[in-house]
């Protein structure tokens, strides 16, 4: 799976105009969300494909800043305190969250400064 990372504009039809874009290319949406502040956007998609993403999103003018390879981590649902914890580990290990969403799975995904350090969040690959 990859994270890609959109630069939108802050008005209406933006979101319909990336949602379209793919859709034309045949590319599924896998979880995400959109942040806006100010009259710019950041969009943050999770695909399996992040290339085809680019290049459907390309394709339609609107600007993608990267791609990113997510980790991946379940939580035990209904526990709480799991993103506290996992959250603690990334930090102890000196690992800084720059993004942090769902997927349509249920997933924890997160974008990360360090994501080779993600030994730190091996007790959570499974949803132990």
């Given at each position: 799976?990859?994270?890609?990372?959109?630069?939108?504009?802050?008005?209406?039809?933006?979101?319909?105009?990336?949602?379209?874009?793919?859709?034309?290319?045949?590319?599924?949406?896998?979880?995400?969300?959109?942040?806006a502040?100010?009259?710019?956007?950041?969009?943050?998609?999770?695909?399996?494909d992040?290339?085809?993403?680019?290049?459907?999103?390309?394709a339609?003018?609107?600007?993608?800043?990267?791609?990113?390879?997510?980790?991946?981590?379940?939580?035990?649902?209904?526990?709480?305190?799991?993103?506290g914890?996992?959250?603690?580990?990334?930090?102890?290990?000196?690992?800084?969250?720059?993004?942090?969403?769902?997927?349509?799975?249920?997933?924890?995904?997160?974008?990360?400064d360090?994501?080779?350090?993600?030994?730190?969040?091996?007790?959570?690959?499974?949803?132990?």
């Amino acid at each position: 799976m990859f994270d890609v990372e959109f630069d939108l504009a802050n008005r209406p039809g933006a979101l319909a105009d990336l949602g379209e874009a793919m859709g034309r290319a045949g590319v599924s949406f896998e979880g995400g969300g959109v942040f806006a502040k100010g009259g710019r956007a950041v969009a943050h998609f999770l695909f399996r494909d992040g290339e085809a993403a680019r290049a459907a999103a390309e394709a339609a003018g609107i600007p993608v800043i990267a791609i990113h390879r997510p980790l991946i981590r379940r939580l035990k649902q209904g526990t709480p305190g799991q993103l506290g914890v996992i959250a603690r580990a990334l930090a102890e290990a000196g690992v800084n969250i720059l993004t942090q969403y769902s997927d349509h799975h249920n997933r924890l995904i997160l974008i990360c400064d360090r994501p080779e350090a993600a030994a730190a969040t091996r007790d959570w690959e499974d949803g132990r």
